[in-house]
């Protein structure tokens, strides 16, 4: 058995989704933000993040050609090491992602590919409370307007 200090930790990025109530022509994940698609965000924290060792990136099948040039290429992430097709529901994209995980993978970080905020000390407090207690979550308070 591996000591905490060998475990290896992966991040499944599920983006898989259409984003119809945006009710837009471009799905939510690939709008952009100061010039940067929404997915390239939430995939810079998780290549900067040293604690991430790979990345499993589920999109939608008919993106695979466009996320692979317009978001991987484009922006040079290294560490998105396989591009998954997702399936019809996100439990069965996750499940897909977490299919094509190495056998090296000890934690595994699952993120929503629409969620460009994230910041990498979440990742890292994520990884080391699941590294502890077997599971992690991470959650934001919720904003007194809803």
Request: positive net charge; glycine residues 8%.
């Amino acid at each position: 058995m591996k000591g905490r200090r060998d475990l290896t930790a992966w991040a499944v990025i599920v983006a898989a989704g259409k984003g119809t109530r945006m009710n837009s022509t471009v799905n939510k994940q690939y709008m952009e933000i100061c010039g940067k698609p929404v997915l390239a965000w939430a995939l810079q924290a998780f290549e900067r993040c040293s604690a991430i060792e790979g990345v499993v990136l589920v999109v939608n099948p008919q993106d695979i050609v466009y996320c692979k040039a317009y978001v991987i290429d484009d922006f040079g992430f290294q560490k998105v090491k396989a591009l998954v097709a997702g399936g019809d529901t996100r439990q069965a994209s996750v499940y897909k992602g977490l299919q094509a995980l190495g056998e090296e993978c000890d934690i595994v970080a699952i993120h929503d590919g629409a969620r460009p905020f994230v910041k990498e000390k979440y990742i890292r407090e994520s990884i080391r409370a699941a590294a502890e207690r077997g599971a992690a979550c991470t959650a934001v308070p919720v904003q007194d307007t809803i």
